[in-house]
């Protein structure tokens, strides 16, 4: 039997592999290929897009709330952070100061002769219409002064007593101390705020 013929140049035999040459360009990719980097790249592409718009709305926000801070633009975040904190101790100094000026305001008021009661009575048997009155007039603990104006036929007569606390070093009559009582009655006498009454107080106690 004979050996078979080799491969030889010119008989038709010659291998189909491509032969590769130095600098060369490389082989052209297929059109399934090229699809599927033109779509990766459009995807990048339109993900980039996305988030450069995100970026640029989260941007105009903080310019809109540096603007509110007090910022031109041209001020960096330190210095206007600083500002914003001299504004705050700056907020902080008046309210106390409005405190203290309700607090003196309120000891002013209390100490006030706002409450006032008046009984009013006939002082003697044979007069009529209750002309005689005894009014206390008091501040929120107690300090004021009793007035009583006793009218008969022929004159009429005032007097005038001090209150200290609720109590008078001077004898009180029974319609002083009703109106005394009527003054003095439901006041809180602690030095606690509280909230301003309505600003009539007088009682009339008969």
């Known amino acids: ?21 130095p600098g060369l ?7 399934s290929t090229l699809t599927i980097v033109a779509v990766a790249a459009i995807a990048v592409a339109v993900l980039a897009l996305v988030i450069a718009v ?12 540096f603007t509110a801070l007090g910022g031109d633009g041209t001020t960096d975040i330190a210095r206007v952070a600083a500002n914003q904190d001299r504004r705050i ?7 106390d100061r409005l405190r ?10 209390r100490q006030s002769l706002r409450n006032v009661a008046v009984v009013r009575y006939d002082a003697f048997g044979d007069m009529g219409g209750r002309l005689s009155f005894s ?22 007569r005032t ?15 029974p319609e002083e101390q009703q109106a005394l009582a ?16 309505h600003p009539d107080r007088t009682k009339d106690a008969s």
């Not at 009527?182 to 009454?197: H, I, K």
């Open 25 to 31: 360009p490389l082989p052209i990719v297929d059109d």
């Open 182 to 197: 009527s003054a003095t009655q439901g006041e809180t006498r602690t030095s606690a705020p509280t909230a301003l009454p």
């Open 135 to 156: 009014a206390a007039i008091v501040d929120d603990v107690g300090d004021g002064l009793v007035i009583s104006s006793i009218h008969a036929r022929g004159e009429s």
């Open 159 to 173: 007097y005038a007593k001090g209150v200290v606390g609720g109590r008078s070093s001077i004898t009180l009559t």
């Open 89 to 95: 101790e700056g907020l902080a100094a008046d309210v």
């Open 54 to 65: 995100g970026a640029l709305l989260r941007l105009r926000g903080v310019r809109r709330d």
């Open 1 to 21: 039997m004979s050996a078979l013929p080799r491969d030889r140049p010119g008989h038709g035999l010659e291998s189909r592999r491509p032969v590769r040459h």
């Open 100 to 109: 203290a000026q309700v607090t003196t305001a309120e000891d002013d008021v």
